[in-house]
């Protein structure tokens, strides 16, 4: 059927988009080809189970952040390159089949972080998320910051933007 291989054709776009195998084909990256393989696998995998729970509603955040987590130990993969392909897809996912979008996490990454401030008012560096812990404490932040939507800093930061340079 047309609509699932649409579906499923999002997963290479987004990777792409994101420019996840950028940072896991840099050069002194951990990953070799064999890898960077093994993570696309994983990655697509970990978004077709994810997408088939939004399509049946029943997604929840912790099937998120299991899948987040799953990935990024099986793969040598940062948290953060866990995370960004895979909470980008459910967002545009969501949002052209109406689905709920609270449930998702926000693509964390320097736009994003770098808004926020560290105990000591310095801006947080992605290099500093190096947890799993951390990730949900960032998310729950937020969470906070987007009145109960994790997306909504996403939202300004990138959606708004895309627009006005679109525009000018």
Not at 25 to 31: H, P, T, V
Request: proline residues 3%; glycine residues 4%; contains cysteine.
């Amino acid at each position: 059927m047309c609509i699932e291989t649409i579906k499923k054709v999002l997963v290479p776009v987004w990777y792409k988009e994101s420019m996840i195998g950028l940072s896991i084909g840099k050069s002194g990256s951990n990953f070799a080809e064999s890898e960077k393989k093994e993570f696309k696998k994983k990655l697509f995998e970990a978004i077709e189970r994810l997408r088939r729970r939004v399509d049946e509603e029943n997604l929840s955040n912790a099937n998120i952040r299991k899948e987040i987590k799953k990935l990024s130990t099986e793969t040598d993969a940062s948290i953060g390159q866990a995370q960004k392909v895979i909470n980008v897809y459910l967002k545009y996912y969501c949002i052209l089949y109406s689905k709920p979008l609270e449930e998702l996490d926000c693509p964390l990454d320097k736009s994003i972080m770098g808004k926020y401030k560290d105990e000591n008012h310095r801006p947080v560096l992605l290099k500093d998320l190096m947890d799993f812990g951390e990730y949900e404490r960032w998310q729950e932040l937020l969470r906070e910051k987007g009145h109960g939507v994790r997306l909504k800093p996403d939202i300004e930061c990138y959606d708004q933007n895309r627009i006005r340079e679109f525009l000018e």
